[in-house]
């Protein structure tokens, strides 16, 4: 063409929770059962909503003004009913002003980042979560900025290496958390929490946390929302109702705004994203006015402790058949619904492969071996030798080798299948012994070099 019309960063729109996909499908195609358990869909793994949430939803479907638009931050009503609920949490005071939808937090994120300053950047956790760390490193056209969480502390935050990233890189105008935290399971504590926003006070940087995953706690943590310890710091708090009805095909999230009069570019930014999304008009309308009806439904309260004390019996039961494996390291999760799985590094060898049947199978996995990270070489083994399909850990923006599981499956008999199925292959793998006859794994592995 006459001129480059390639956005600088789209190389970083990464996104391993989906791509992985692709190589499923074929596989799938080639005769094999999947076993899907690379993204957070509730839904999919047979989770149902429950029938007096469906009724209301099936009630305003019958409601003609749900069919119209709505105003651009969304539906009053509904914004108003947030506000009152983050000013239940703590002395931090919000309005209906501070509330704006999106058409699920993925819009959100893109108009978070899509509006930044392409000079400012946004640090974030490593294990990170895709969405946020490709938009990020999308919009400033260079890989994403990461601190380390420490799994030998419960994945909690390396404090001194955020501080020290952000004291040395005076382009990070930002720092993201996501709490409780995707892959790893984590919740921050009120501590921990309070340390992150004194580094953003001193240093001048604005806050988001994504709070997706709030009301699902459980181990005995204790959720501390942004909005209970902010204080003056310019900040953004992330929610939604796609992991708590749950409803994710409603696509249906908002950020709470805080402190935006303290700081005018904070205010100036937050208004360039109000500005982006009335150039869409609105976001979806029926499932805004779903909100205060179904979380102001008595019913609703015991519906979350009922799903707290569900993933908590699924996050023992992962950790008991997990932790028993040798070669693993394992972190009980204290929210979300997830489990991040280390593989031990120092057993890991870019030869190792696992026994698949079918021959056209093994030769299309030991084509898409070649030259990845020792996590993602076993990851594709696993697919073609079991069907079970689980994320890498190096898709999250980390260096550390293993995988995330979920804790979705609804059928108790599968999910143990399939955990158990991992172990099992894990242990197989890490003994697995080259033979001379086959010479593709000795092609070198990124993460090595070969040997």
Same mark, same amino acid.
């Given at each position: 063409?006459?001129?480059?019309?390639?956005?600088?960063?789209?190389? =970083?729109?990464?996104?391993?929770?989906?791509?992985?996909?692709?190589?499923?499908?074929?596989?799938?195609?080639?005769?094999?059962?999947?076993?899907?358990?690379?993204?957070?869909?509730?839904? =999919?793994?047979?989770?149902?909503?429950? #029938?007096?949430?469906?009724?209301?939803?099936?009630?305003?479907?019958?409601?003609?003004?749900?069919?119209?638009?709505?105003?651009?931050?969304?539906?009053?009503?509904?914004?108003?009913?947030?506000?009152?609920?983050?000013?239940?949490?703590?002395?931090? =005071?919000?309005?209906?002003?501070?509330?704006? &939808?999106?058409?699920?937090?993925?819009?959100?994120?893109?108009?978070?980042?899509?509006?930044?300053?392409?000079?400012?950047?946004?640090?974030?956790?490593? !294990?990170?979560?895709?969405? /946020?760390?490709?938009?990020?490193?999308? /919009?400033?056209?260079?890989? /994403?900025? *990461?601190?380390?969480?420490?799994?030998?502390?419960?994945?909690?935050?390396?404090?001194?290496?955020?501080?020290?990233?952000?004291?040395?890189?005076?382009?990070?105008?930002?720092?993201?958390?996501?709490?409780?935290?995707?892959? *790893?399971?984590?919740?921050?504590?009120?501590?921990?929490?309070?340390?992150?926003?004194? +580094?953003?006070?001193?240093?001048?940087? &604005?806050?988001?946390?994504?709070?997706?995953?709030?009301?699902?706690?459980?181990?005995?943590?204790?959720?501390?929302?942004?909005? @209970? +310890?902010?204080?003056?710091?310019?900040?953004?708090?992330? /929610?939604?109702?796609? %992991?708590?009805?749950?409803?994710?095909?409603?696509?249906?999230?908002?950020?709470?705004?805080?402190?935006?009069?303290?700081?005018?570019?904070?205010?100036?930014?937050?208004?360039?994203?109000?500005?982006?999304?009335?150039?869409?008009?609105?976001?979806?309308?029926? #499932?805004?006015?779903?909100? !205060?009806?179904?979380?102001?439904? !008595?019913?609703?309260?015991?519906?979350?402790?009922?799903?707290?004390?569900?993933?908590?019996?699924?996050?023992?039961?992962?950790?008991?058949?997990?932790?028993?494996?040798?070669?693993?390291?394992?972190?009980?999760?204290?929210?979300?619904?997830?489990?991040?799985?280390?593989? %031990?590094?120092?057993?890991?060898?870019?030869?190792?492969?696992?026994?698949?049947?079918?021959? =056209? +199978?093994?030769?299309?996995?030991?084509?898409?071996?070649?030259?990845?990270?020792?996590?993602?070489?076993?990851?594709?083994?696993?697919?073609?030798? *079991?069907?079970?399909?689980?994320?890498?850990?190096?898709?999250?923006?980390? %260096?550390?080798?293993?995988?995330?599981?979920?804790?979705? @499956?609804?059928?108790? @008999? %599968?999910?143990?299948?399939?955990?158990?199925?991992?172990?099992?292959?894990?242990?197989?793998?890490?003994?697995?012994?080259?033979?001379?006859?086959?010479?593709?794994?000795?092609? #070198?592995?990124?993460? *090595?070099?070969?040997?």
């Amino acid at each position: 063409m006459r001129r480059n019309i390639e956005h600088v960063g789209w190389g =970083q729109l990464n996104y391993e929770i989906r791509e992985i996909v692709a190589v499923a499908t074929d596989i799938q195609d080639m005769g094999m059962t999947i076993t899907w358990e690379n993204i957070g869909d509730p839904i =999919q793994k047979g989770e149902k909503m429950l #029938p007096w949430i469906k009724e209301i939803i099936r009630d305003l479907a019958a409601d003609d003004r749900t069919y119209g638009y709505v105003p651009t931050p969304g539906v009053r009503e509904t914004r108003e009913f947030i506000a009152e609920l983050v000013n239940k949490r703590g002395s931090y =005071q919000v309005t209906a002003e501070d509330i704006l &939808f999106f058409n699920g937090l993925g819009d959100a994120v893109a108009k978070i980042f899509g509006y930044l300053r392409r000079e400012a950047r946004v640090i974030g956790p490593s !294990p990170a979560y895709s969405t /946020h760390s490709s938009a990020e490193a999308a /919009h400033s056209g260079y890989e /994403h900025l *990461t601190y380390n969480l420490i799994p030998d502390d419960h994945w909690m935050p390396d404090l001194e290496d955020l501080e020290n990233k952000i004291k040395y890189n005076d382009s990070i105008a930002g720092m993201l958390l996501i709490n409780p935290d995707n892959p *790893t399971g984590a919740v921050y504590p009120r501590h921990v929490l309070e340390a992150m926003v004194d +580094i953003a006070r001193r240093y001048e940087i &604005f806050i988001i946390s994504d709070e997706i995953y709030a009301n699902l706690v459980y181990n005995g943590a204790r959720m501390v929302n942004l909005s @209970e +310890i902010i204080g003056d710091v310019p900040g953004m708090a992330l /929610h939604g109702i796609s %992991k708590e009805y749950p409803w994710p095909g409603g696509r249906c999230g908002w950020i709470e705004v805080f402190n935006k009069d303290r700081n005018n570019d904070f205010n100036r930014y937050i208004k360039s994203i109000l500005n982006a999304k009335m150039l869409e008009v609105c976001s979806t309308s029926l #499932p805004q006015y779903s909100i !205060p009806r179904v979380m102001g439904d !008595p019913r609703y309260a015991e519906h979350l402790l009922s799903r707290r004390r569900m993933f908590e019996k699924r996050a023992q039961e992962a950790y008991d058949i997990f932790s028993a494996c040798d070669n693993v390291q394992v972190v009980k999760p204290q929210g979300a619904f997830y489990m991040t799985v280390l593989l %031990k590094e120092d057993r890991l060898d870019p030869r190792q492969f696992l026994n698949i049947d079918s021959p =056209q +199978i093994r030769r299309y996995i030991e084509t898409k071996v070649r030259d990845v990270q020792s996590d993602k070489r076993f990851v594709y083994y696993l697919l073609g030798a *079991t069907g079970v399909c689980v994320v890498p850990l190096t898709g999250f923006c980390c %260096k550390r080798k293993g995988f995330r599981i979920t804790l979705l @499956e609804t059928d108790d @008999e %599968k999910r143990r299948w399939t955990w158990e199925t991992i172990v099992k292959s894990i242990n197989e793998y890490m003994a697995s012994t080259p033979s001379r006859d086959r010479s593709i794994h000795l092609i #070198p592995n990124a993460s *090595t070099g070969g040997r």
